[in-house]
């Protein structure tokens, strides 16, 4: 039996070391980053959130998503549901924002209207929440 050396235990822990840090948590299961510029690109673009008539220029329910969600989302009290935040960092189960990508939450219909996130997107905004809700 082969012992084996410093150079391949160092090696050994330099790898773990880099997926520890960066491939863990860097993706969820469809590969995408938990940052809110992909959210941006993946969710309120693709899924036509912020057309006028939704949450782009008519703001509905008081929320502009087009030109800038991090201000509009994080710490920002929810318009519809005024005991609650739109995106309480850390804590996506009492973020208004993720709850509704689930279903309905009090007077608000589950997001988008008509249809229902693949669960890959709805994960990557539970993950973009619990990671602190960076402006990125």
Request: net charge positive; with cysteine; glycine share 8%.
């Amino acid at each position: 039996m082969k012992r084996p050396t410093q150079r391949n235990f160092r090696d050994s822990c330099g790898l773990l070391l880099f997926c520890t840090l960066f491939a863990s948590s860097a993706c969820t299961p469809s590969g995408l980053e938990p940052k809110l510029s992909v959210i941006q690109a993946e969710i309120f673009t693709k899924h036509s959130c912020t057309l006028s008539s939704c949450h782009g220029a008519g703001a509905a329910g008081g929320l502009n998503l087009a030109d800038n969600p991090y201000d509009a989302l994080v710490n920002k009290d929810s318009a519809t549901e005024t005991s609650k935040k739109r995106v309480v960092p850390n804590k996506p189960d009492e973020s208004v924002f993720y709850q509704v990508l689930l279903g309905s939450v009090g007077s608000i219909r589950q997001m988008p209207v008509g249809s229902t996130l693949p669960t890959e997107k709805i994960e990557l905004v539970k993950q973009w929440i619990e990671m602190g809700a960076p402006n990125n």
